[in-house]
């Protein structure tokens, strides 16, 4: 199975080519990889000409957006200006972040999983974060979820799902217009992933609200919403995000933001995230 993988970048020589060397060092390599290079002012750009000259399947596209960081709209505007440079001649798409480490049989085990089952839609492995001296779980998230830094998507199910939405919320909603349509998301403890930037690292206060606008567009409802800021807020040890992302639910509500699922969509999304909730209270 062929691979394409894209990595938006942002002012990223620090890390991008810690990237690339694990990339080119996969025991299966990609077809292709596309780094955007979104409105870097530091030596980005030159970083990754080096790798081009002695590895053809790498391109990089120059992208100019504004400086500011929104999480979400900003790094998937990056990831679509690389797609739209790419053919349809790939069976599993990925979307990447330049600030990863990945282990050597990271995308031939990934390969292996798709192989194995057509009716699995996504795969991934796990982000682990340094703290003193040792690799530990960047721990976010449930462990059925995949990072948004490391997606990998089957061809027919990345175009079913429609690609990936230009707003907060968008590794959330990819996961769960995959279970609407009846694919497997698979997650695999074995494959661990260095994340050499904790995760919302540059985020300020309105990137803060749009955690809330994010669980408004998908769907949840506020009570939902309000046990997902609690559980989101307690697991990054501010509680008093907690505040933050219900105000920006709020706020997107009053606004009559743009969801990011259909009415029945939104039912499934409910109804999902309840049998969840259940799961977990009642287990």
């Not at 029945?264 to 409910?270: G, I, P, S, T």
Request: glycine share 6%.
């Amino acid at each position: 199975m062929n691979y394409y993988i894209v990595i938006p970048a942002h002012n990223e020589e620090k890390f991008i080519g810690l990237t690339l060397e694990s990339l080119v060092n996969q025991t299966v390599l990609p077809k292709k990889a596309v780094i955007v290079n979104d409105n870097s002012t530091d030596k980005t750009s030159e970083i990754v000409q080096s790798y081009l000259e002695k590895h053809p399947w790498i391109s990089l596209v120059e992208k100019k957006s504004d400086a500011i960081h929104l999480p979400g709209s900003k790094v998937i505007q990056a990831f679509q200006a690389g797609l739209e440079t790419l053919d349809d001649d790939y069976d599993i798409m990925v979307k990447g972040d330049s600030d990863l480490i990945f282990p050597p049989q990271y995308f031939e085990t990934i390969i292996q999983h798709f192989k194995s089952d057509n009716t699995i839609g996504m795969a991934g492995g796990f982000a682990y974060i340094e703290k003193d001296g040792h690799w530990i779980l960047e721990n976010l998230t449930d462990k059925d979820h995949i990072r948004g830094a490391f997606k990998a998507y089957r061809k027919v199910t990345f175009q079913q799902i429609g690609g990936l939405k230009p707003a907060m919320g968008w590794d959330t909603v990819d996961e769960l217009l995959c279970k609407f349509y009846n694919w497997k998301v698979v997650t695999d403890e074995s494959l661990q992933v260095k994340h050499l930037k904790p995760t919302g690292a540059n985020y300020n206060k309105a990137a803060r609200y749009k955690q809330g606008e994010a669980f408004y567009t998908l769907g949840y409802g506020f009570f939902i919403t309000a046990v997902a800021s609690l559980k989101l807020a307690m697991r990054k040890g501010k509680p008093l995000l907690f505040i933050d992302y219900l105000s920006g639910f709020w706020k997107a509500k009053a606004e009559n933001k743009t969801m990011l699922v259909t009415p029945e969509q939104a039912k499934f999304v409910r109804a999902y995230r309840w049998k969840k909730m259940k799961a977990k209270l009642f287990k």
